[in-house]
């Protein structure tokens, strides 16, 4: 095992060892707590441009599988782990995740006190950083000094600002078939949803098609011509990387189906979005959610489910009350913080009034996490479905 | 919404004495449950038998009964107290069947009395397995195939169906008892027999196997408004199989990927709710098929577990103190999470550690017995380990085991040939040593496949394993000791005495090079959220990591060191003990508990100021006070009160510089070692049975011809009365040093006899038992107590009563007298026990032990006063007479006789249906000199006679009081039985007798029919043997004394039938006279019963009139 060295952007280091690819690898680290699921954050778009820390210290024990990705590749600009497994064991494993690693480019580190890293981070909030080893971290067979590494990592670009949808969406359109209760498709969907594509995970069409919605999922470039021409019940903003304030495309594609009165769920960037569309602002949390474990409160049914998160920005709504939502002279009416995390009161989710149009900050999709907010698949269905789409019923 | 205002007194129903299955997890979580109740302003009514409980102390509850567990005691609690509702899901099983009996009963409904955190149809639905089976088919889970048989013949009907081997599963039994897997049809008819046997329902579920499965559990909590949270996970080592309780354990789970972890957790949550569980906490079990991900659900128990516990300590999430809360109305999300203190409960906690159980068993008190680990708990305790990889947390875990051949080894070659066949072999067979069989096969170079495949432990930990063999043998292999192989080794979990061992050198030499290249663990927190919120609560552990988190300090700290795992000799009474201590000192000083047992209060976060959850060994103390000393100035370290772990240690760490407060290593090393301690007696003029040492064969034999025989021999330095026998003459004397001999051997010191302990016996002596107090210049004398039994059976296992029922005043003097003597010959700061033996008037001294005692908390709970706060306090610097001006002692102690006190009496609990030989029959149970029972209950009444008698309720349901009394005596025994067998004909007992004892009692005038020996046989026309009557339930209580040592067959099957049958069984002549007396006073009525509250309050008003009327 050779040595490989993390480089803070105020400067600290932790020396370890190589794991995955060896080289170099910039971006903004931030440190997830799920305790499982590394393959699934690994493959989550929404972490294009970020260096992962796993708090949890043994990653790799299942190794690496074909049936739990989130989307075609590894987008985790980084790893950082403590114990990596030696051995998978895990009837469904092809190869171990250090090949998978280092087959996809992916530069690690491993061997680090990773918890030390977290505290840190979660007082200085995250920052830019930078894995270096093998020719990286040598220069004429000596190790490069740290203040040279350290200009490399202020070098690179800051997450603030960064328009990342872009990179992370599919460059076709596609569908995904709607599913009977047997999982074989469906000849007539219950609805079809215009999915955009902003960094889409697997699971999140595939728990619409498992609930007879056949989904259109289309690139972050798509007009509102394109949406239309799917002759969707509803739109789908997904998850994606990015400072939801540099997605200016995203935005006004948002207010066209706002406009129309089509019903509207999003998801996590796609709640920012709805956000920013409906006229509030968005702003960069310390060091963000990121975990399995987030206890959020659906106010609609006072009940606490405990939700999977990947969020380094968060809308910010009046939590308390009706407010109207700022855009354009409150044309879109009346909106309601929904969903609230309970660990720190930011705000999880944006219910309309007055339009057919809700969204959540968190992921119900789960993939990785527990299955808690599955229902919000349902009531999107039902907001398509029901008779009278301004119904505030049917948003609920 | 706040808590219910409907209610505003609670029962709280504990566990009862320690057995197996059920230990001191329920003290702790009851401990948090009364804690909980009462800051919520209820009146908390508590009823416990066991007197070693926190739980029990007065100030936890409002009125509080060491009273026997029955329906019928807990009636007249009921009637006397009105209580509006019961929690009795913190009581573990016995609390839960105590419950449904007072249902079932009527008393709840006659009484007004709601249960809370449980309700009876949910109860049914997780413990009933055919329920519960349609539970989890509602949930969208399997169950393994399985059938409801309620005889042998439904039996073996099913079996046809379902095929061996066949795990059978009696219902509502607890800790797996009489649960076991069938290979053939002589073990079906056996283990099925013994579950009918077992279960109040006479009700057996037989299950198609699922051996060697992973296993796994969840600890799930759910709210009144159906929130649910997934408090831990935890993974099992050992495949199904092996109770989870003697398996070692893992948390969190480390082989699933989330899609499978999910799946468990939605079938939990889907459990728990149609289960029904209204709020609190619950455990359900599931095995995973390793090679389709197949899931079934195993059981779930509907209350707060074992597991609960160690799920509470894994993760720093209390579950039952949040259960409580959930129990009279708050919500998840209205309880905050003390460790952030910012954070609501309402959440999962997430670890960045690995958190890892190892069992304790003590199959060395049962020779007999089967050590092959199965669906029956064996275990006695455990200890937990936090690190932050596995195998730092394993190596911890193991060495905190505190028992030779605990840890992983690489002495000698590896195995080779024969020797390496015939392990490859074993491996299969669960076993206490298990793994370190596995490391050692593993070591010789055998795959992880093929190991895999034998023992059906996940290869991802069998890599581990090797793992720990690959950094052993490049630490062995290296140079230098460089800082690089040594942080290499220690990652990993390798102590500096298994680095020793691999360099050749010793262990304070790999000490002073780690020390010199500055490698220290540092100090982790258990923060509940793997840093992602600051943690204000100082619960550690170390690892070999960066950064550390102990924060500085202004007040001086005062480490109390704990008493590991529970083991028989050494369980919950010496956590007392250490809790009491810190409750005292705090305020005053930082107070810092040291302990690796997760059943324990000791262990609870928000008992000392600062927890570090480590092993007790040398150097990992040595590492926590390194670390307390960087953070603030050190008062001392406080090592005896937690039993022998502590006090071994002592001495090395006062070598090693430390200060040790109280009694000092030397004066413990005085009283431990014979002839210092001989000289101590000498000085004071106070008599001991003549003694001697050995080391040799011949030295044994000249020392027991000297002495005469008997002679009770013992190796010195034990605890629990390890190795104790009595010895009658010189052949049984070589039989016990070839054993001995053989033992060092084992030990790796072949050749080298242990020095042993040779002490005159002495026959029909009364033993007395003294715990006291001494600060340099006065004795406190705490209680002196009269054993039931007579010298020879170990004291933790004989019944004893305070105060003494048989003693003068003249007789106490001389015990208090000379109990100063020895505390200031000795030079004890502290506590001290004595155990003395009183025979025709001489008064001898057996032992004397400066460390808190088993029975510390008995005393404190009989006379109302807390010995081992008192005890913390002066080995704080304070004076006897300071804390009698403050109010801590009262002004008079034992040694003035209390005339109208009440009489308590502690009975011990022994284990012995738990184990069985490898043909299935249950071991003997002649009590001797070596300790073997695991709790006590204390019975506390106005006379002997019904204290006895609760004490016998309370301990195993209760002597009976009426039917038929067999009795056959040794005898040397036959003279003294007249008296109470007369009185138990006279009250309304049949007497059976073998021929012999019956000719005896005709002589006498008493009436007797005489049954056939077992070694006759039965008659020519089937007359049934003493056994056959007694296995038949035919007979209602055995007297059967053995006759010297070595019982013979006839005792030791009369014996085992009876403990097979479960009658009450009296084994000794004293255990006659006070068991007649007992069936005297149980057949006078249902029992009153007194709250220790009511006892001290009287205790109060006889001192004040004591005072105003000089005598």
């Given amino acids: 095992m050779t040595d490989a060295v993390l480089v803070l952007e105020d400067g600290r280091t932790f020396a370890g060892r190589v794991y995955g690819a060896t080289g170099r690898t910039l971006g903004e680290i931030v440190f997830n707590t799920g305790m499982t699921g590394y393959q699934e954050t690994l493959t989550d778009p929404s972490y294009h441009r970020q260096i992962v820390v796993m708090t949890a210290p043994h990653i790799g024990n299942t190794g690496v599988n074909d049936e739990d990705p989130e989307s075609d590749r590894i987008w985790v600009a980084g790893y950082v782990v403590r114990d990596p497994a030696r051995r998978s064991s895990s009837w469904r494993a092809r190869r171990t995740l250090d090949e998978e690693l280092a087959a996809q480019g992916i530069v690690g580190i491993s061997g680090i006190d990773t918890r030390a890293l977290t505290r840190h981070l979660r007082e200085r909030g995250v920052m830019r950083a930078g894995i270096f080893s093998g020719d990286a971290l040598l220069a004429d067979g000596e190790r490069r000094p740290d203040d040279e590494l350290l200009d490399e990592v202020l070098a690179a670009p800051a997450m603030a600002g960064a328009d ?19 999982g074989q498709p469906l000849a007539e969907p219950v609805a079809t949803v215009a999915a955009v594509d902003l960094g889409i995970k697997a699971m999140t069409p595939q728990r619409l098609a498992e609930r007879g919605v056949r989904v259109h999922v289309l690139p972050a470039t798509a007009t509102i011509d394109d949406v239309l021409a799917t002759s969707p019940d509803g739109v789908f903003f997904s998850n994606g990387p990015g400072d939801p304030s540099a997605a200016t495309h995203e935005v006004d594609l948002l207010r066209d189906v706002l406009d129309r009165r089509i019903p509207f769920f999003g998801i996590c960037y796609g709640n920012q979005l709805l956000g920013r569309a409906l006229g509030y602002g968005t702003y960069k949390l310390g060091y963000g959610h990121r975990g399995v474990n987030q206890p959020v409160m659906d106010r609609l049914t006072g009940k606490v489910e405990i939700t999977a998160h990947n969020h380094g920005f968060a809308v910010d709504a009046p939590l308390d009350g009706e407010s109207t939502a700022p855009h354009d002279g409150g044309r879109y009416g009346r909106v309601v913080v929904s969903h609230v995390d309970l660990n720190d009161d930011v705000v999880e989710g944006l219910r309309a009034l007055d339009l057919p149009a809700f969204s959540v900050q968190y992921h119900p999709e789960a993939a990785a996490g527990p299955h808690d907010a599955a229902y919000l698949f349902d009531r999107f269905v039902e907001l398509m479905t029901a008779q009278n789409p301004n119904d505030e019923k049917g948003a609920a | 919404m706040p808590r219910r205002t409907d209610i505003s007194s609670v029962l709280v129903i504990g566990s009862g004495p320690i057995v197996i299955g059920q230990a001191c997890e329920f003290d702790y979580s009851g401990t948090q449950a009364c804690r909980v109740l009462k800051e919520e302003g209820l009146r908390v009514v508590l009823v416990n038998s066991n007197p070693a409980t926190i739980m029990t102390d007065p100030e936890f509850a409002d009125a509080t009964y060491v009273e026997p567990i029955t329906t019928e005691v807990l009636t007249t609690i009921i009637a006397k107290e009105r209580p509006d509702a019961i929690l009795p899901t913190l009581g573990g099983q016995t609390a839960l ?114 051996l060697g499965w992973k296993e796994y559990e969840l600890e799930l909590m759910r709210d009144k408004h159906d929130n649910v949270v997934v408090v831990c996970s935890i993974e099992n080592v050992d495949p199904v199989g092996v109770h989870t309780g003697d398996s070692v354990t893992v948390a969190p789970a480390l082989t699933l990927t989330d899609r499978e972890f999910q799946k468990l957790r939605d079938i939990g949550i889907a459990v728990i709710r149609e289960v029904g569980v209204d709020t609190g906490g619950c455990n359900i079990q599931f095995a995973v098929e390793p090679t389709t991900g197949r899931v079934v659900v195993i059981e779930m128990n509907p209350r707060v577990s074992r597991s609960s516990a160690l799920a ?135 795959e992880v496949d093929e190991v895999y495949a034998r023992t059906g432990i996940d290869p991802w930990f069998l890599d581990q394993v090797q793992l720990v063999n690959e950094v052993a043998a490049a630490t062995a292999a290296a140079e230098v000791l460089t800082r690089e192989v040594l942080a290499h080794a220690k990652r990993h979990g390798l102590s500096d005495a298994q680095v020793a061992q691999l360099r050749g050198t010793s262990e304070d030499a790999v000490r002073r090079a780690r020390h010199a290249v500055g490698l220290r663990p540092v100090f982790k927190t258990v923060d509940t959220c793997a840093a992602e919120f600051a943690a204000s609560t100082p619960y550690h552990y170390s690892a070999y990591d960066e950064e550390t988190e102990v924060q500085p300090r202004e007040r001086p700290a005062i480490l109390i060191l704990g008493s590991g795992p529970n083991r028989i000799g050494q369980g919950i009474e010496f956590d007392y003990s250490c809790v009491h201590a810190a409750l005292a000192l705090k305020g005053e000083f930082e107070t810092v508990m040291v302990n690796c047992n997760p059943e324990t209060v000791s262990t609870d976060y928000d008992t000392s100021d600062r927890l570090y959850f480590e092993p007790l060994t040398f150097e990992d103390v040595l590492e926590v006070y390194q670390a307390e000393l960087a953070a603030g100035p050190v008062a001392g370290l406080i090592v005896t009160l937690g039993g022998q772990t502590p006090l071994s240690l002592a001495q090395r760490l006062a070598d090693a510089g430390l200060p040790i407060l109280g009694t000092s290593p030397e004066a413990i090393d005085a009283a431990e070692d014979r002839g210092e301690f001989g000289k101590v007696l000498e000085q004071a003029g106070l008599p001991a049975p003549a003694f001697g040492t050995a080391t040799t064969l011949g030295g044994a034999k000249e020392t027991a011809r000297r002495i005469g025989f008997p002679v009770l021999v013992r190796p010195s330095y034990v605890l629990g009365g390890r190795g104790m026998e009595i010895v009658y003459d010189e052949h049984q004397l070589t039989e016990y040093v070839q054993r001995a001999l053989d033992n060092a051997a084992d030990g790796g010191r072949a050749g080298t006899l242990p020095p042993l302990l040779i002490d005159r016996f002495l026959d029909d002596a009364i033993e007395i038992d003294v715990d006291a107090l001494f600060d340099g210049t006065e004795l406190f004398l705490g209680g002196v107590m009269e054993h039931i039994e007579e010298a020879g059976i170990h004291s933790g296992d004989s019944a004893c009563a305070l105060p003494p029922v048989t003693l003068s005043t003249s007789e106490l003097e001389r015990i208090r007298l000379s109990t100063e003597a020895i505390a200031r010959g000795v030079g004890v700061r502290g506590l001290l026990n004595i155990q003395f033996a009183l025979v025709s008037d001489v008064l001898y001294v057996l032992e004397a032990n400066p460390r808190a005692s088993r029975t510390v908390p008995f005393v404190s709970k009989a006379t109302g006063v807390s010995l081992a706060k008192a005890a913390a306090l002066v080995m704080a610097g304070r004076s006897i007479a300071d804390l009698r001006a403050s109010g801590i002692l009262p002004e008079q102690d034992a040694s003035v006789l209390d005339l109208d006190s009440p009489v308590a009496v502690k009975e011990a609990v022994l284990p012995f249906k738990r184990f069985r030989t490898a043909q299935g029959v249950v071991v003997d149970t002649v009590l001797g000199p070596e300790m073997r029972s695991t709790g006590e209950v204390m019975g506390f009444d106005v006379d002997f006679p019904t204290a006895f008698a609760k004490s016998q309720e309370a301990a195993f349901g209760g002597l009976p009081t009426s039917g038929k009394a067999f009795i056959s005596v040794a005898d040397r025994d036959k003279r003294s039985i007249v008296f109470p067998v007369k009185r138990l004909a006279e009250l309304g007992f049949e007497i059976l007798a073998t021929e012999g004892t019956a000719a005896v009692l005709h002589r006498s005038g008493i009436q007797s029919t005489v049954v056939r020996k077992y070694s006759a046989g039965r008659g020519a026309d089937g007359e049934p043997t003493i056994v056959d009557l007694i296995t038949a339930g035919d007979v209602d209580i055995v007297v059967n004394t053995p006759s010297g040592q070595g019982a013979r067959a006839d005792g030791y099957e009369i014996r085992a039938a009876t403990t097979a049958a479960d009658k009450a069984i009296v084994t000794t002549v004293q255990q006659l006279g006070a068991a007649v007396q007992a069936i005297e006073a149980a057949q006078a009525g249902p029992f009153a019963v007194t709250s220790l509250q009511e006892h001290d309050a009287a205790a109060a008003r006889r001192r004040e009139a004591r005072a105003a009327v000089p005598a």
């Fill in chain 1, 164 to 182: 990342l949808a872009g990179e992370v969406s599919t460059d076709e359109a596609y569908v995904v078939e709607a599913l009977g209760p047997d």
């Fill in chain 2, 97 to 210: 069947n105590a419950a449904i009996a007072l249902d079932e009963a009527g008393v709840l409904e006659k009484y007004g009395v709601e249960l809370i955190g449980a309700n009876i149809p949910a109860i049914q639905k997780g413990e009933d397995r055919e329920q519960f089976k349609q539970v989890v088919e509602v949930c969208g889970g399997e169950s393994a195939r399985s059938a409801i048989v309620h005889t042998i013949d439904d039996a073996l009907a099913a079996v046809e169906d379902l095929g061996y081997p066949v795990v059978v599963r009696p219902s509502f039994t607890m800790g797996g008892l009489g649960s076991g897997i069938a290979y053939d049809e002589e073990d079906l008819r056996r283990i099925v027999g013994q579950g009918l046997h077992y279960s109040p329902t006479t009700e057996v579920l037989l299950e198609e196997s699922i």
């Fill in chain 2, 312 to 446: 509470s300590k894994a993760t720093g999430f209390p579950i039952a103190k949040i259960a409580a809360k959930l129990a009279v109305g708050y919500t998840l999300d209205e309880i905050p999470n003390d460790i952030t203190g910012s954070t609501p409960a309402s959440f999962e906690p997430t670890l960045d550690y690995v958190v890892v159980k190892v069992p304790r068993f003590a199959f060395e008190k049962f020779p007999a017995a089967d050590d092959t680990l199965t669906t029956t708990m064996k275990s006695v305790g455990e200890a937990m380990a936090l690190g932050r990889n596995f195998t730092e947390a394993l190596g911890k875990a193991m060495r905190s085991i505190d028992k030779k051949g605990s840890v992983f080894h690489w002495a000698g070659e590896p195995a080779a040939g024969e020797e390496l066949d015939a392990l490859v072999a074993t491996i299969g067979r669960p076993t206490e040593g298990r793994l370190i069989d596995v490391q050692q096969v593993l070591r010789a170079g055998v």
